[in-house]
């Protein structure tokens, strides 16, 4: 399908902010480029950019941040460095709000040496004592693992997590380090049994000539399927200017149309957050109607700091 954007204001340059590199994207910026007559300004950086953002609020050098965390795109709302956007009609509630809206989801799954033969499996499972020293993790500080960390206080509590954490930390096979392909490298190698990985690394490994042998003995896991459901984290956007407003708005919805919204998903193997919009072939086989969370990601941001004081407390990556 193709939507025509026809509406009538001078050509405009949106300067993007983007943690994510635009290559794969490209066709669909030259589209909307042709389409609206504006200009797609795209400045990545994987690192620094809230900072960025957050310093420029009083005089915003971009127009959007595009965002591949949850976690970034709360820190600029609670700095107020956005700007309100409407609802979109398509997206589930509890993947927008505001201030900002969810483009893609990911599952944080779990990776584990098929010798288990597991066919469930939850993130509570991990600390069972037949896990003693066979956990692999990348850091608890990454944004993704604070994310699920923060969904489980949502679920389970504070004090529930605390002792949940202690425990994980001493089924750990090694101190936390490398990301999530490393785990799964590792059980491989005989290092650990289980780990939690983002769901597309599995496809990032498959197309990797040197990574797709780890996938001989390893597989993933959509966990919690019988409670509920895997953790999900965004890519998403919000609006940090308000003088390119209409044509800022304009480019996030282009975003969330089914064209746009397939390639944009697929380009990571992602799920499109658009209802109308299916995820890839193959996606959908690996996720095989996996249930998802579906709890707020807004409730899920606000026990950050909750997560953070109790990491440091036990000293988790330590
Ligand atoms: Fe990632």
């Known amino acids: 399908m193709y939507i025509a954007l026809t509406k009538a204001y001078a050509s405009e340059t949106i300067k993007v902010y983007s943690e994510r590199q635009p290559f794969l994207i490209e066709p669909l910026i030259n589209q909307y480029e042709e389409q609206t007559g504006n200009k797609i300004e795209w400045i990545f950086s994987k690192k620094g950019l809230v900072q960025k ?16 965390d949850i976690a970034r795109l709360i820190d600029i709302t ?47 499972d991990l600390i069972l004592p037949k896990y ?3 956990v692999c993790t990348r850091s608890g500080y990454h944004p993704y693992n604070i994310s699920l960390f923060s969904a489980l206080i949502a679920h389970h509590g504070v004090e529930w ?5 202690v425990k994980l930390k001493a089924n750990l096979s090694r101190k ?24 597309y690394y599995y496809f990032k490994m498959m197309d990797d000539p040197n990574q797709i042998i780890w996938l001989e003995k390893v597989s993933p896991i ?26 800022s708005i304009d480019f996030l919805e282009f975003l969330l149309n089914e064209e746009a919204q ?48 109790i990491l440091n407390k036990i000293n988790f990556d330590g």
């Open 262 to 309: 397939k390639i944009y998903a697929n380009d990571n193997n992602e799920f499109p957050v658009n209802v109308n919009v299916k995820a890839s072939e193959r996606v959908q086989a690996l996720a095989n109607n996996a249930k998802f969370d579906s709890i707020d990601l807004q409730e899920i941001a606000s026990n950050r700091k909750a997560v953070l004081d």
């Open 53 to 68: 953002t957050i310093l420029e609020k009083d005089r915003p050098v971009a127009d959007i941040f595009l965002s591949s």
């Open 132 to 134: 003693k020293d066979r």
């Open 78 to 124: 609670e700095a107020g460095a956005n700007v309100e956007i409407p609802l979109q009609k398509n997206v589930p509630s509890n993947l927008q709000t505001n201030d900002w809206t969810s483009l893609t989801m990911r599952a944080r799954v779990i990776y584990a040496h098929n010798d288990l033969q597991l066919e469930k499996i939850s993130y509570e």
């Open 222 to 247: 959509f966990p919690n399927q019988d409670s509920y459901g895997s953790h999900v984290n965004i890519s998403g956007i919000a609006i940090i200017n308000n003088k390119n407003y209409d044509a």
């Open 176 to 199: 936390p380090q490398g990301n999530d392909r490393d785990q799964v490298k590792a059980i491989y190698a005989g290092v650990c049994d289980v780990s939690i990985g983002n769901h």
């Open 161 to 165: 997590f605390e002792d949940y954490i």
